[in-house]
């Protein structure tokens, strides 16, 4: 694989996770249909895309702002509302931005084929970001012990950056900083499951 060098200048990426809330009236909208995500589009938004899927905590959405020179050229919505995938030109540039929400059960195999669909791709940078549900290295990532699944998962978290050539931006800048996304009552413990990352070609 040969990535093109990307060059994006104040291009800037928030990842916002939308679980867990308490409120009722808002409970009933943490799955995205068509008709709530229409209603994502605020002041700062030019264009919104959506995966939403199919279940009470599934679905994603992407949203360009009206300030980003932004031009679709191919989607791909999960249907199941996993995944979003947008081959696009953006600051005039083409790249790929992939919105992913991986299951908590599974992951290995719901990484295994995000890796096939993505490889379609692979002569063009790559910025793919969200929940991935699992952790890079427990040793860091993990304000507990390991799990008996953490290994297998980072393996195939490994397998993916390998084979598209993907850095984990933020493990790039702080090497040894524990910081976490998440926290597991069953296990009562802290872990890093979010993620943005990469194509290693692009200049950041």
């Known amino acids: 694989m040969a990535n093109r060098l990307l060059k994006l200048r104040a291009v800037q990426l928030i990842s916002w996770n939308v679980n867990g809330i308490s409120n009722k009236a808002k409970r009933h909208k943490t799955h995205i249909n068509l008709l709530e995500s229409a209603k994502l589009r605020q002041g ?3 264009q919104v895309f959506s995966a939403p899927g199919n279940g009470a905590s599934r679905g994603v959405s992407t949203l360009i702002s009206k ?5 679709l050229i191919k989607q791909i919505a999960d249907k199941d509302g996993r995944y979003l995938i947008l081959f696009c030109l953006l600051q005039n540039e083409k790249c790929v931005l992939a919105n992913i929400y991986a299951p908590n059960m599974g992951q290995s195999v719901f990484l295994s084929k995000l890796n096939l669909i993505l490889a379609e791709f692979a002569d063009y940078p790559i910025l793919m970001g969200g929940d991935l549900n699992l952790v890079s290295n427990a040793v860091v990532d993990r304000s507990g012990r390991p799990l008996p699944s953490d290994g297998t998962l980072s393996r195939a978290l490994k397998e993916i950056q390998d084979s598209l050539a993907l850095t984990d931006v933020w493990r790039m800048v702080n090497p040894h900083t524990r910081e976490y996304t998440f926290y597991s009552s069953a296990h009562s ?3 890093r499951i979010d993620y943005i990352l990469f194509s290693q070609s692009m200049e950041i």
């Open 44 to 46: 700062w938004v030019g």
């Open 67 to 71: 300030r980003m020179s932004f031009q």
């Open 189 to 191: 413990s802290y872990s």
